[in-house]
């Protein structure tokens, strides 16, 4: 069985392939850009986290 990539919700189809794309493999967290998909980053839940826990904070709004 290959990797499970998921994306969000809000990524849109209508876009192409522009979305950032996640998969769990044992105790790593991988991420990539679905137009790029051969350039994947290792990560950790706990680095996952504390990333997501600024996205929710809304630190990183000013990039978006």
Not at 8 to 25: D, I
Not at 58 to 64: N, R, S, Y
């Amino acid at each position: 069985m290959g990797i499970q990539w998921r994306k969000s919700s809000k990524s849109s189809n209508a876009e192409g392939n522009n979305c950032l794309e996640l998969a769990e493999r044992g105790d790593e967290i991988l991420l990539r850009e679905s137009d790029n998909p051969d350039v994947i980053i290792r990560t950790t839940r706990a680095k996952l986290r504390a990333f997501l826990g600024g996205v929710k904070e809304g630190e990183f709004d000013d990039l978006a």
